[in-house]
């Protein structure tokens, strides 16, 4: 079970509570990304109110980066790489061109 060291999210919103067919709890969302959805959430143990296994939405997009640092409370220091798209496609004017 996870540990509650913040104040915020002391309560989870009840969920549907048993499903007669399967008798079992509501399990955690599957994201059917790249994802395995983590054990406590499966169990109903995560405390979390915006846990992405949980009722929110996610939208745009999941970034993968790398982690630099995670000293800071709540905060991590991430480094992303990316490729602008100007260095993708040449730059091409219909002036200049020569095609």
Do not use: Y
């Not at 509650?4 to 002391?10: D, R, V």
């Not at 990304?33 to 499966?42: C, Y």
């Amino acid at each position: 079970m996870a540990e509650q060291t913040e104040k915020a999210f002391l309560k989870q919103p009840k969920g549907k509570g048993r499903d007669p067919k399967t008798k079992s709890i509501d399990s955690g969302r599957a994201l059917n990304w790249a994802f395995k959805t983590p054990l406590e959430a499966i169990e109903g143990t995560c405390i979390d109110k915006k846990c992405p296994f949980g009722t929110v939405s996610i939208r745009g997009r999941i970034l993968a980066a790398t982690c630099l640092s995670a000293k800071m409370t709540r905060t991590l220091i991430v480094h992303l790489h990316n490729v602008k798209k100007k260095k993708k496609i040449p730059k091409r004017d219909g002036r200049d061109d020569p095609t």
